[in-house]
């Protein structure tokens, strides 16, 4: 326990590096079969290590650390104490920000029954479990579920007299409603918790920004620019002299958000603005690596629509090594990034580099999302296109070939793409049959090889050769 506290110092001056081999002692000390004293200070001790593994961004660790905590209390405890419950849950939303959502829904499933078994009905932590529950369900587009979670956990809050609570969960609700395109419903939520927010936490707290953004993003969905502008503009205020108390996460998060709104609205500048002041934000402190991660892999899109090709290019290598070194390069987010990294190695007429992206994200993606997902198909497509520009015509027919027969087999034929991928095989399959020593095309002769246009020019010409974004 001594090791425990000395550990937890190094962590409050930020020393991460050192806390971690006093850590590491403390976790070989204790033997969980000589009782119970002996088990909670191993299991204290793995999941304090997992926390400081979090700080470094590290979360392939961190979650190997908790699940080794979750097994010695299980062991100690058994299956159904409240404790374990706890545990059950805080691990779940370990695994949904490292987007493992399968694993986070079986343990909210199994934290949920633990919590049912042991509490009222409508309990606090049930609730809870719900909300979590929900949001694993929106993650994986479930959203009929989800919605029946957040219904459910509004109820125990409002059994419970919880009305701030209850105010966040019709945010969440707005969400699921806008998400399955029922905006008046969602409105209506989203208009009733920003009566809540507004008489409970003032005008001006981040509660009632957060509502604002919201807004805006279903005005902007609805097609009312005007009023989805207005909203923007009245979060950004809110952002811009924050309430005692307002955490910086808090703000960064918002700004986030509403780049997302501008982007959408073909204002790329502005909204690399924002994602470049929320970065800045989050730079020194802890425990956001895969965080900035996220926002350098959205402002490389940003430079990429732009055409800053190379400003693109360094930002996804940047996302891409933090994803890396926090043990994310087996997710689906990973392959997504080294898709798009793979199109900026393209527009830089970096043929080789692209190919070995979209070939590790082709692996990452089939794993992850299966062969049949979008953009599992898109990185096919990408694909066969770079193997098309670098003169191996066998290697770009035998991926048309297959994504053909998926599309045939699984997917149907009625998606626009499959008509333009069964006219790329037959002009592939005619050129291999004219010739097998066909030389390696350069990229602008692959585009247009009657064109000398500049490379501004060409690159509205890429979704013919299949480049999917």
Same mark, same amino acid.
């Given at each position: ?41 191993? %299991? ?30 299980? /062991? ?33 499933? *199994? ?8 509490? /009222?009905?409508?309990?606090? =932590? ?72 507004? &008489?409970? *936490? ?44 307002? &955490? ?19 204002? +790329? ?15 020194? *402190? ?29 930002? %996804? ?35 080789? !580099? ?11 993606? =089939?794993?992850?999302?299966? +062969? ?35 599309? !045939? ?34 990229? =602008? ?21 299949? %480049?999917?974004?």
């Amino acid at each position: 326990m001594s090791l425990h506290v000395l550990a937890a110092i190094y962590c409050s001056l930020g020393r991460f590096d050192e806390a971690m081999p006093v850590l590491e002692r403390a976790i070989r000390v204790p033997e969980p079969p000589r009782g119970a004293d002996h088990a909670l200070a191993a %299991f204290s001790g793995h999941m304090q290590l997992g926390d400081t593994y979090s700080m470094l961004g590290q979360v392939d660790k961190s979650i190997a650390s908790y699940e080794e905590g979750l097994k010695i209390q299980i /062991e100690a405890l058994g299956e159904s104490d409240p404790r374990v419950g706890e545990t059950c849950r805080y691990l779940a939303e370990a695994h949904v920000q490292a987007m493992e959502f399968e694993r986070a829904e079986e343990l909210c499933k *199994k934290t949920l029954e633990i919590h049912r078994a042991h509490s /009222e009905p409508a309990s606090l =932590e049930e609730a809870a479990d719900r909300r979590l529950m929900a949001l694993i369900c929106e993650a994986k587009g479930d959203y009929e579920t989800a919605l029946e979670h957040l219904v459910l956990a509004s109820m125990a809050m409002i059994a419970n007299g919880q009305e701030s609570e209850v105010a966040a969960i019709d945010v969440s609700i707005g969400t699921i409603y806008m998400s399955l395109c029922r905006y008046d419903e969602a409105l209506f939520s989203y208009q009733k918790a920003l009566t809540v927010f507004k &008489s409970s *936490k003032g005008d001006n707290h981040p509660f009632v920004a957060s509502v604002f953004v919201r807004l805006a993003d279903l005005y902007h969905r609805t097609g009312k620019l005007r009023d989805s502008k207005s909203y923007c503009e009245n979060a950004l205020r809110i952002y811009a002299k924050p309430v005692p108390g307002t &955490s910086v996460e808090e703000i960064a998060g918002g700004l986030t958000e509403i780049s997302a709104i501008y982007e959408s609205v073909d204002e +790329p500048e502005e909204a690399l603005k924002l994602l470049q002041k929320s970065m800045k934000m989050l730079e020194d *402190k802890p425990g956001q690596h895969s965080t900035i991660a996220g926002i350098e892999a959205r402002m490389g899109v940003m430079y990429y629509i732009v055409g800053r090709y190379e400003d693109a290019r360094n930002f %996804f290598e940047s996302a891409i090594a933090k994803l890396r070194a926090g043990g994310e390069r087996k997710s689906a987010f990973f392959g997504v990034v080294l898709n798009q990294m793979g199109l900026a190695c393209v527009q830089l007429f970096k043929i080789d !580099e692209a190919a070995e992206l979209f070939e590790q994200a082709r692996g990452i993606l =089939e794993q992850e999302c299966g +062969p049949c997902h979008q953009d599992t198909l898109g990185v096919y497509s990408n694909l066969a296109a770079t193997y098309d520009a670098m003169g191996r015509v066998g290697d770009a027919i035998e991926i048309l070939e297959y994504v053909l027969k998926l599309r !045939e087999e699984k997917l149907g034929i009625a998606n626009p793409d499959f008509e333009d991928e069964k006219r790329r095989l037959a002009e592939l399959l005619k050129e291999a049959g004219r010739t097998r020593d066909r030389k390696a095309k350069s990229l =602008e002769n692959l585009i247009d090889p009657n064109s000398k246009k500049t490379k501004k020019e060409v690159t509205k010409r890429w979704p013919s050769l299949g %480049f999917r974004i």
